[in-house]
C-alpha cells in the first residue's frame, strides 16, 4: 500500500509563492494518479489538481488555473504543487491522494475517487 506525506505548508503574505511536496512510500507510485485537494476551516474538501503518472492529464480547478502548477517527479517517488501568488481564500489545509489507474471524464476531482490519502499540510494566506 502507497502511503503519503505532504510538506511545504506554512505562512505566507497574499501574492506570495508556496511549493508543496507529497512524499510516496511504495514501489507502484509511478503508476498510481496524483491529485491535489484542500479543505479551508470549516468548509468540505474540494479538488485542487491531478496529474496522470506521466504528467499528461493535468486537471485544475477554475479556482487556481494559472496560479498553480502540478508536477511529480517519479524517480524521486514525490509529487509537488506549487501555489503562486497566493491569496486569503486560498488558505487551507492541502492534502494529496492517489489511486492507480487514469482519470476519466473528471472522475478524479471527486474526493472518493482516491484511495490513499496524506495527512495534509496547513497553507495560511494572510490579507
Known amino acids: 500500500q502507497v502511503q503519503l506525506v505532504e510538506s511545504g505548508g506554512g505562512l505566507v503574505q497574499a501574492g506570495g509563492s508556496l511549493r508543496l511536496s507529497c512524499a510516496a512510500s511504495?514501489?507502484?507510485?509511478?503508476?498510481?494518479?496524483m491529485g491535489w485537494f484542500r479543505q479551508p476551516p470549516g468548509k468540505e474538501r474540494e479538488f485542487v489538481a491531478g496529474?496522470?503518472?506521466?504528467?499528461?492529464?493535468?486537471l485544475y480547478a477554475d479556482s487556481v488555473k494559472g496560479r498553480f502548477t502540478i508536477s511529480r517527479d517519479n524517480a524521486k517517488n514525490t509529487g509537488y504543487l506549487q501555489l503562486n501568488n497566493l491569496k486569503p481564500e486560498d488558505t487551507a489545509v492541502y492534502f494529496c491522494?492517489?489511486?492507480?489507474?487514469?482519470?476519466?471524464?473528471?472522475?478524479?476531482?471527486?474526493?472518493?475517487?482516491?484511495?490513499?490519502w496524506g495527512q495534509g499540510t496547513q497553507v495560511t494566506v494572510s490579507s
Open positions: 511504495g514501489r507502484t507510485f509511478s503508476s498510481f494518479f
Open positions: 491522494a492517489t489511486r492507480p489507474g487514469d482519470c476519466a471524464n473528471w472522475g478524479c476531482s471527486v474526493v472518493g475517487w482516491y484511495r490513499v
Open positions: 496529474i496522470r503518472w506521466s504528467g499528461d492529464n493535468t
